[in-house]
């Protein structure tokens, strides 16, 4: 079993739509999860960061974390086509450290359409 | 302020050709980092550096090397080029304390 599960999609979905994006994960240590966006042809940026259980919300984007399923979530309410990118997803079980500690989900696909 | 600028952007090898692909940051973070990013297989670890002057092996390392002699730089080195290197190319860095990291614009390598 991979550390990180990830489904790579693709998700298409109406502007408009609430989209619910999804991670699972093995690793009862991890405690840091991130959410990236990236866009075609681009690197990757942080959208979310959160650390242990719980909801962050920033804007339109939420960011779930169920410590006891092993399953994090991204939520896009009122998605529109500037949304359309790959979501990743990353966790760490430091609080300190770079991308060695750093375990990153394939990426999710999604396309708003107008 | 830059960020993470990598170059070149696009480059097209022949097999066993070398290059070096180049990295740098103008955020004096510590931590520093080179991805490859193919198909199906999401964002693997080549090699990274904690510092000027150390540097280690992540996930995918072979046929590559790195070295750290300033903490703003971080060249990647493919030394005998295989279509298999074909692939895009991300240099990343962060501070260490916590865990974002910011990524460059990403390399576009083909070897044929």
């Known amino acids: 079993q991979k550390e990180v599960e990830q489904d790579p999609g693709p998700l298409s979905v109406p502007e408009g739509a609430i989209v619910s994006l999804n991670c699972t994960y093995s690793?009862?240590?991890?405690?840091?999860f991130m959410w990236y966006r990236q866009y075609s042809r681009k690197g990757p940026e942080l959208l979310m960061y959160t650390y242990s259980s719980g909801n962050k919300e920033d804007g339109r984007f939420t960011a779930q974390v169920d410590k006891s399923s092993k399953y994090i979530s991204l939520f896009i309410r009122d998605s529109q086509p500037s949304d359309s990118a790959t979501y990743l997803c990353a966790m760490s079980a430091a609080s300190q450290g770079g991308s060695e500690k750093l375990v990153f989900g394939k990426g999710t696909k999604l396309t708003v359409n107008p | 302020n830059a960020g993470v600028t990598q170059t070149p952007k696009f480059q097209v090898l022949k097999t066993g050709q070398s290059m070096t692909l180049q990295c740098a940051q103008d955020m004096n973070h510590e931590y520093m980092s080179w991805y490859r990013q193919d198909p199906g297989m999401g964002l693997r670890l080549i090699h990274y550096s904690v510092g000027a002057g150390i540097t280690d092996q992540g996930e995918v390392p072979n046929g590559y090397n790195v070295s750290r002699s300033t903490t703003e730089d971080f060249p990647l080195r493919l030394l005998s080029a295989a279509p298999s290197q074909t692939s895009v190319y991300f240099c990343a860095s962060s501070y260490t304390q916590g865990n974002t990291i910011y990524f460059g614009e990403g390399s576009w390598l083909t070897v044929v």
């Open positions: 690793n009862s240590a991890f405690q840091y």
